[in-house]
């Protein structure tokens, strides 16, 4: 990994507490993936920073090395790799996510993420 994609990435996360690295941009997703992400985090009203990889071939291999896990979109808290768009709806659903964001102290919607289990159970 080169230092200026290590140092654009720890910069990343000193200024933003969540972080999704998608493909695509928040307005315009480039894959059903990030799109289910975007989508899902907003709905719980998670504030958090885009990173879109898709804009330098660097990053997608950067962020894949810090996390060990392919599959994109991808959310960090605080640096931590928590989990991909394929396993966030079930993180949502077994109240995992809801457990790591009070942890973290990172605000969300309660009643909506109940809403989510609810028309997802």
């Not at 996360?13 to 969540?18: E, I, Q």
């Not at 998670?46 to 599959?71: M, N, T, Y």
């Amino acid at each position: 990994m080169s230092d200026e994609i290590e140092d654009y990435l720890n910069d990343v996360f000193s200024k933003h507490r969540v972080v999704l690295f998608m493909n695509g941009t928040v307005e315009a997703p480039a894959d059903a993936e990030s799109m289910a992400a975007r989508n899902l985090l907003s709905s719980i009203k998670i504030a958090f920073h885009p990173v879109d990889v898709s804009r330098d071939p660097r990053l997608l291999p950067a962020v894949q090395k810090r996390s060990e896990w392919e599959q994109l979109a991808q959310l960090f808290i605080d640096g931590q790799f928590i989990c991909d768009s394929f396993n966030m709806g079930t993180f949502l659903k077994s109240k995992d996510l809801d457990k790591i964001l009070k942890s973290k102290k990172v605000p969300f919607d309660e009643a909506a993420a109940d809403q989510f289990r609810e028309m997802n159970s």
